[in-house]
């Protein structure tokens, strides 16, 4: 029992070194059109993981497994003044996958991470995604994971927000727990097998 203690002190000790709370939380109620599993307030910023990235199950959102048409990315990060980034430059993936790993990349988009404001890629054409798909924040540009990607503090009731360093082994991003808390990241756009007429119908009911 004693090595177990000393095991989850020391597994809870190297976690709290790559995440730090955010000094004054705040947010807003995410729209009824975005795809996010975040709860709307930020409270942590982290750096861990080279790769940070959210699983999208669009059956959460519509009540059916749908395509999702892919306008827009948003990610919010935070510049703490004791953990300095060592670049503002990261690289935004969408990827399929289900929840184990993002499998098939569908785009990679190299932008500049702002300080506690929406980080945005607009796609031209829109991407279409399969029901399960995921968005991704690569920090490989940096020595040492920045940005750092805000998160809340609820966990969620199943895990959708993950870390790797490998791009292999993705592990649930759990402050709390059992499950992860979610990642500050967004999808926009409108799910691809609906008409106008059908989305205005399930939107009446959600």
């Given at each position: 029992?004693?090595?177990?203690?000393?095991?989850?002190?020391?597994?809870?000790?190297?976690?709290?070194?790559?995440?730090a709370?955010?000094?004054?939380p705040g947010g807003?109620?995410?729209?009824?059109?975005?795809?996010?599993?975040?709860?709307?307030?930020?409270?942590?910023?982290?750096w861990?993981?080279?790769?940070?990235?959210?699983?999208?199950?669009?059956?959460?959102?519509?009540?059916?497994?749908?395509?999702?048409?892919?306008?827009?990315?948003?990610?919010?990060?935070?510049?703490?003044?004791?953990?300095?980034?060592?670049?503002?430059?990261?690289?935004?993936?969408?990827?399929?996958?289900d929840?184990?790993?993002?499998?098939?990349e569908?785009?990679?988009?190299?932008?500049?991470?702002?300080?506690?404001?929406?980080?945005?890629?607009?796609?031209?054409?829109?991407?279409?995604?399969?029901?399960?798909?995921?968005?991704?924040?690569?920090?490989?540009?940096?020595?040492?994971?920045?940005?750092?990607?805000?998160?809340?503090?609820?966990p969620?009731?199943?895990?959708?927000?993950?870390?790797?360093?490998?791009?292999?082994?993705?592990?649930?991003?759990v402050?709390?727990g059992?499950?992860?808390?979610?990642?500050?990241?967004?999808?926009?756009?409108?799910?691809?097998?609906?008409?106008?007429?059908?989305?205005?119908?399930?939107?009446?009911?959600?």
């Amino acid at each position: 029992m004693r090595v177990l203690a000393v095991l989850a002190l020391v597994a809870a000790a190297a976690f709290a070194a790559d995440v730090a709370r955010v000094d004054v939380p705040g947010g807003s109620a995410p729209s009824d059109d975005d795809l996010t599993y975040f709860d709307g307030t930020s409270w942590w910023l982290t750096w861990g993981g080279l790769y940070r990235g959210t699983w999208f199950n669009t059956e959460d959102f519509y009540g059916a497994a749908q395509n999702f048409v892919l306008e827009e990315t948003e990610m919010w990060f935070y510049h703490h003044s004791s953990y300095p980034w060592d670049t503002s430059d990261v690289y935004f993936h969408v990827f399929n996958g289900d929840a184990m790993a993002p499998m098939d990349e569908l785009d990679q988009t190299q932008t500049t991470a702002t300080h506690y404001s929406p980080t945005t890629v607009a796609y031209d054409p829109f991407i279409t995604t399969e029901p399960n798909f995921w968005l991704i924040a690569n920090t490989e540009l940096s020595s040492g994971g920045w940005p750092a990607i805000l998160g809340d503090n609820t966990p969620n009731d199943v895990s959708h927000s993950m870390f790797s360093d490998d791009f292999i082994v993705w592990e649930p991003w759990v402050i709390q727990g059992p499950e992860a808390n979610d990642y500050e990241i967004y999808g926009m756009g409108t799910p691809g097998a609906f008409d106008n007429a059908t989305w205005g119908s399930i939107k009446t009911l959600y």
